[in-house]
Nanobody, 132 residues
Framework: QVQLVESGGGLVQAGGSLRLSCAAS?????????MGWFRQAPGKEREFVAA????????????SVKGRFTISIVSAKNTVKNTVYLEMNSLKPEDTAVYYC????????????????????WGQGTQVTVSS
C-alpha cells in the first residue's frame, strides 16, 4: 500500500502564499509515481488543481490556478519517498478548500493525468483557508 502524507495547509490572507507538500511512501516493486493535487470546497465537487509526471517534464494546471500555482516533484527510484510540492501564490478566497494529494504507480516516467480516476492513492487532505 502506498501512503500519502500531506502538510503545509493553513490560514492565509488574500494575496499571500502557501506551500503544500505530499510525501508518498514507495513500494519497491513500483517504478514511478505520477502525482497530482485536487481540491474540494464546501458544497462543491472535488476538482483538479495540478499534476506532474514522475520525470517532472509534464505538468498540467487548472485554468483557475495557472500563473499562480507551481507543482514540482522529487522522484527517484532509489529513495523511499516521492515528494510533490504545490507552491501557491497570489491566493484568493476562492482557493479555500481541502487539498488532496494523489499518486498513481506507472511504468511510464512521463505519464500524468488530470482525472481523478487516473489516481489510485489519495491522502487525507489538508485545509487551506484564504481570508479576504
Amino acid at each position: 500500500q502506498v501512503q500519502l502524507v500531506e502538510s503545509g495547509g493553513g490560514l492565509v490572507q488574500a494575496g499571500g502564499s502557501l506551500r503544500l507538500s505530499c510525501a508518498a511512501s514507495r513500494r519497491t516493486s513500483d517504478l514511478f509515481y505520477a502525482m497530482g493535487w485536487f481540491r474540494q470546497a464546501p458544497g462543491k465537487e472535488r476538482e483538479f488543481v495540478a499534476a506532474v509526471s514522475a520525470s517532472g517534464d509534464n505538468k498540467y494546471y487548472a485554468d483557475s490556478v495557472k500563473g499562480r500555482f507551481t507543482i514540482s516533484i522529487v522522484s527517484a527510484k532509489n529513495t523511499v519517498k516521492n515528494t510533490v510540492y504545490l507552491e501557491m501564490n497570489s491566493l484568493k478566497p476562492e482557493d479555500t478548500a481541502v487539498y488532496y494529494c494523489a499518486a498513481e504507480s506507472t511504468i511510464y516516467r512521463n505519464y500524468v493525468s488530470r482525472a481523478q480516476y487516473g489516481y489510485s492513492y489519495w491522502g487525507q487532505g489538508t485545509q487551506v483557508t484564504v481570508s479576504s
